[in-house]
């Protein structure tokens, strides 16, 4: 591939492909939806406090643990201080567990790290040694893009669903596949330009990113326990905590820091995080006869 392309994917399809899928994800949203903070406050306080305060502390042990390299470890983190994507909703779906709580989780987790992630990924440069081998990260402009790259778009879907809800609930019934497509293609992309830098650090690379999808979606799965939450609920808690955004990982890696390095434990952990979801689903759905 030559370079030419492999920058006009990065700073143009990659963010395309990512406003598309929040997109997706506002045409199934109304604010009648926001209203399950109100019915179920402690499922979705949870759900929040997982995804966005436990994930990044556990990558963090994750990172240590495997004693981690500068540019695996901060593509690790950037991983975890994503959001959860749309993959996790059509994972809920398709597992029957609680969509709607889903949907809620997703969207103010996106709303949510439009602000956290520029900090936390400037800390995390200056905590793995990267500070002086990457490109300044400015917190405000980085916000703007992740806003037009999430917000924007998911507002818009949302604003389209109120106009017209029939056109809104048709086109969801082909975005949510084509989301996943997105996804794909984007994780597929980013393997086939960084091919020789996956290969040969996957052995490196790959159980750590195994051990962090696992132990996110372990402790996604006991919070909700601990909180009293029913089977679905625990399911779907579980499945936002472990799966992550890893079209926004990517677009972090390869256009806002322009290093193609950072991308490689992003790029791995989504290929996995997809494999170990459907291995949960199956599980829970193997107990589903058991009392809850």
């Known amino acids: 591939m030559s370079s030419e392309f492999i920058t006009f994917v990065n700073t143009g399809l990659v963010p395309l492909g990512l406003a598309a899928i929040m997109f997706s994800m506002g045409l199934s949203l109304s604010l009648r939806d926001f209203a399950e903070v109100a019915r179920n406050p402690i499922a979705v306080g949870g759900g929040l ?3 966005l305060v436990l994930m990044p502390l556990i990558a963090l042990a994750v990172i240590a643990l495997f004693g981690l390299p500068q540019h695996m ?24 567990a609680n969509v709607a709580l889903a ?7 996106s709303l949510i790290t439009v602000f956290t992630i520029p900090f936390l990924a400037r800390w995390g440069l200056g905590h793995f040694g990267l500070s002086g081998d990457a490109p300044d990260l400015p917190i405000l402009r980085t916000m703007q893009q992740l806003a037009q790259m999430t917000v924007l778009p998911m507002a818009i879907g949302m604003v389209l669903r109120r106009l017209n809800t029939a056109f809104a609930e048709r086109a969801t019934v082909w975005l949510r596949p084509t989301s996943m497509i997105v996804l794909i293609a984007v994780i597929a992309f980013s393997v086939a330009v960084s091919i020789d830098l996956v290969l040969d650090n996957m052995l490196r690379a790959g159980p750590a990113a195994f051990v962090l ?25 579980a499945i936002e905590v472990g799966i992550q955004n890893a079209t926004m990982a990517t677009f972090l890696s390869l ?17 996995i995080m997809l494999l170990n979801a459907l291995v949960l689903v199956r599980w829970f759905r193997a107990r589903r006869q058991a009392p809850a």
């Open 255 to 271: 256009t806002i820091l322009g290093d193609i390095a950072l991308a490689i434990t992003p790029t791995i952990y989504g290929v």
């Open 103 to 109: 949907v809620v989780l997703t969207a103010l987790s």
């Open 73 to 96: 470890a901060m593509g690790l983190f950037l991983l975890a201080i994503c959001p959860a994507g749309t993959t996790s909703n059509a994972v809920t779906y398709a597992a029957r």
């Open 213 to 237: 999808n696992v132990v996110a979606m372990g402790i996604g799965l006991a919070l909700a326990t601990v909180l009293g939450l029913n089977r679905n609920d625990r399911l779907t808690i």
């Open 49 to 51: 406090f997982g995804q």
